[in-house]
């Protein structure tokens, strides 16, 4: 299994950009804009465009079809064990906003950055 990212910012400042840049192919397969807005050290807030031809992710809250808004803690529980998603939403930890189908996709979003950063 590929090494988990130190925090949401070296996930989404680093190893996301890198392979939607790599793969842009994967992203249009999800298809989708996320916003994630992630409290606490390590967190901040990041727009990925799945939809945009290249993909992007950027840095900033921005128009999304889902946001997904959830604790630092949460959100690196949630990268480690992708049943604790759904966990994290049912206990009210994991807030989400907009298409509730495209949280369903985050996992393929995420995997496309761990396959990634094992290759890199």
């Known amino acids: 299994m590929p090494s988990l990212p130190k925090n949401a ?3 989404f400042n680093e190893q996301v950009p890198a392979a939607l840049k790599q793969h842009p192919e994967k ?3 999800v ?18 465009d ?3 031809d290249p993909p992007t992710c950027i840095p900033e809250a921005g128009e999304a079809q ?3 808004e959830l604790t630092h ?3 690196m529980s949630m ?4 049943q604790a998603g759904m966990q994290l939403y049912f206990q009210g930890k994991l807030k989400v906003t907009g298409d509730p189908m495209l949280a ?6 995420f995997k496309i950055a761990a396959d990634e950063a094992a290759a890199g």
Request: net charge negative.
């Open 27 to 29: 992203a249009k397969e």
């Open 9 to 11: 910012q070296e996930l």
């Open 104 to 109: 369903t996709k985050l996992q393929e979003f």
């Open 79 to 82: 990268l480690s064990d992708p």
């Open 66 to 68: 889902c946001t997904i």
């Open 31 to 48: 298809n989708a804009i996320y916003c994630f807005k992630i409290e606490g050290e390590g967190g901040g807030e990041w727009t990925a």
């Open 73 to 75: 803690e949460d959100f």
């Open 50 to 52: 799945l939809t945009a």
